[in-house]
């Protein structure tokens, strides 16, 4: 088996699956999954373009699960409990899992940004909770859920 990645053929998704409005400043990111074209199980890879204006997520954080965010391209805004940043190309950025920082980019410019994006993959053993809006992703949950606990329901999601 090839080792080389194929990259415009690796598995690509567009947009975010958040629920409405929350999806949408995240719609026009492309993300192509490299680290599931490798195989890989234990960290995940993706290579993000962020079109001008477009979020890479809502912000959040992980409680289990690391990340870090390598800027090849453009300019984007790295946004926290601190602050905003910015960050171009060569910039990296750190979360460590559990620390209720919630981040997120903005790419604030006329151009596209492209990010490398590296993390733990522990589905089913991380809550995600994003600080700023009514939406948290519990441990071992199915789905985005309201912070009162009430689950999103179908029609709250773009076809």
């Known amino acids: 088996m090839a080792k080389k990645i194929d990259i415009p053929n690796a598995p690509f998704v567009t947009g975010a699956r958040y629920p409405m409005p ?43 699960e690391d990340e870090l965010v390598y800027v090849l391209e453009g300019v984007v805004v790295l946004v ?20 209720a920082d ?14 490398l994006e590296i993390g733990t993959r522990s589905r089913g053993e991380s809550a995600v909770d994003y600080p700023d809006i009514d939406l948290v992703f519990p441990k071992g949950a ?13 029609e709250d999601y773009r076809d």
């Open 22 to 64: 929350y999806d949408a400043p995240c719609a026009p990111r492309k993300r192509w999954r490299l680290g599931d074209a490798a195989g890989l199980t234990q960290f995940g890879v993706n290579l993000m373009r962020l079109p001008a204006g477009a979020w890479s997520s809502q912000r959040h954080w992980h409680s289990a």
């Open 80 to 99: 926290t409990d601190d602050g905003e940043e910015p960050m171009g190309p060569g910039d990296a950025a750190g979360f460590k899992a559990g620390d």
């Open 102 to 115: 919630g981040h997120h980019f903005q790419n604030r410019s006329d151009c596209e940004a492209v990010l």
């Open 142 to 154: 199915k789905g985005f859920q309201h912070r009162d606990g009430r689950p999103y329901a179908k």
